[in-house]
């Protein structure tokens, strides 16, 4: 035996193996990966879609923007941030708190029911949405604000009964 066929022999035994190794590795379906691990937040196929979304902004968004950009609140936000099939208009992912600005079309019977539906799917991931009239951005900016700081807060804890603050 010459030592290139030696070689050769062992080349194609280790190719072999690779072969086998990527295209026989066994995969189980028995159960679904847990809600938590599974990646929800923007989705390569709404990636065109989000960014259509942030270059042609309604000026109510465009408006709050100029506020929440930069951790104005103490907090960062994200706009047009897409949680599984739909895309947030603003979302604060420390804080799970996702912030709509609703349109016309919200107040239709058929808007309503989609966000009902929305905000349903929102809720198994623990997010909470906090919404806002359009025309509120422009007539009350300052209560608008106020309300998202309220919702950034924790909790205020309660003392419990019969016990003294002091």
Sequence with gaps: MTESSVRGGYN???YARISLVTHCTPISFKRAPPISSMKINNLKPLKEKRKALRNNSTSAEVTLWRYLKGSQLGKKFRRQHSVGPYI???YCATEKLAVELDGHYHFTDEGIKHDQIRDAY???????VVRFENVEIFEDTALVLEKIREELLPPQSLPAVGTSST
């Design 88 to 90: 947030l208009d603003f």
């Design 12 to 14: 194609s035994l280790y």
């Design 122 to 128: 929102l809720k198994k991931f623990g997010i909470r």
